[in-house]
């Protein structure tokens, strides 16, 4: 892969962790997490997964 690959899926794990995170943000404003919360821990792996693999092609490619 090159530089501007790796760029752009740092960018869409961007994209996906902005939306995680405002998908979460409305559950806890309206007391969905505590209505739904397996779906609110599903959400939750879902950002920690998304950052996670974001920040190993981060690291790939700074190498």
Do not use: C, S
């Not at 879902?46 to 981060?58: G, S």
């Amino acid at each position: 892969m090159n530089p501007d690959n790796y760029q752009q899926l740092v960018d869409q794990f961007q994209e996906m962790i902005n939306d995680t995170q405002q998908t979460l943000d409305r559950f806890e404003a309206t007391g969905m997490d505590e209505q739904l919360p397996d779906d609110y821990d599903k959400l939750l792996d879902i950002l920690d997964d998304a950052v996670k693999q974001q920040r190993e092609y981060v690291m790939v490619a700074l190498r």
